[in-house]
């Protein structure tokens, strides 16, 4: 158990649905990543947010839209998805300052896209 | 090419046996992470460590920062290290990962 939290844990959805991914960090920690995990490659970072305010979108398509209301809490919209897009969506957090480094990692969401 | 290398993709080993995996960076880091995943999917960090040596439990990491190299080591395996080890390295403010390392330890 990490302090951080993901639901659902498992998904699948058709091209045209709408649905959203749910993270949440017990830890106080003031920063939130979204990360997307395909098969046989590395962690790709997908989005940052810091104080609740996005600071790193690395060319996500807009079909991915990202919602952090509050430090606490981090959602990824998603919206018409390919099948390509069907991955492990992992949410992480950490705290910026004092010069730590470490994030803590939720246990991710298994994306199916049919 | 990517800016973390790891080594080997692949390891089975039988219980007890030494084992090290390996990775190497092409980047300046602030610091360099060793993680664990496991199969259902969610991961834990074994070590952060910027220079030297850290050891825990069974897990020995080690850190050359001139070479722009780390090593882990297991110690006395055992088939619950069944898991995808994984490298990243502290960029300015970003993790760049690996690809991970799958290590399966046969009884």
């Known amino acids: 158990e990490t302090g951080v939290t993901q639901t659902p844990r498992h998904l699948v959805m058709g091209m045209t649905n709408k649905k959203s991914l749910k993270c949440e960090q017990h830890l106080g920690h003031n920063a939130m990543y979204w990360y997307k995990q395909s098969a046989k490659k590395p962690l790709e970072l997908m989005f940052v947010y810091s104080l609740e305010e996005r600071v790193e979108n690395n060319s996500v398509p807009s079909r991915f839209s990202p919602e952090c209301p509050n430090s606490s809490h981090l959602f990824l919209h998603l919206h018409t998805l390919q099948p390509e897009d069907s991955a492990l969506y992992l949410c992480?957090?950490?705290?910026?300052?004092?010069?730590?480094?470490?994030?803590?990692f939720g246990p991710g969401t298994r994306l199916t896209v049919t | 090419k990517n800016e973390v290398e790891q080594s080997p993709q692949n390891l089975t080993a039988q219980e007890g046996e030494f084992i090290t995996i390996n990775c190497s960076y092409s980047?300046?880091?602030?610091?360099l992470h060793w993680l664990q995943q496991h199969p259902g999917g969610g991961i834990v960090s074994l070590f952060m460590?910027?220079?030297g040596k850290k050891k825990h439990g069974r897990l020995i990491a080690t850190i050359n920062i001139q070479e722009k190299h780390s090593s882990l080591h297991i110690t006395a395996s055992h088939p619950r290290d069944s898991a995808v080890y994984i490298c990243?390295?502290?960029?300015?403010?970003?993790?760049?990962f690996g690809t991970g390392t799958r290590l399966q330890v046969f009884p």
């Open positions: 980047v300046g880091i602030s610091a």
């Open positions: 460590l910027s220079s």
């Open positions: 992480a957090s950490s705290q910026t300052s004092g010069g730590s480094y470490e994030q803590y």
């Open positions: 990243a390295v502290h960029n300015t403010d970003k993790l760049i």
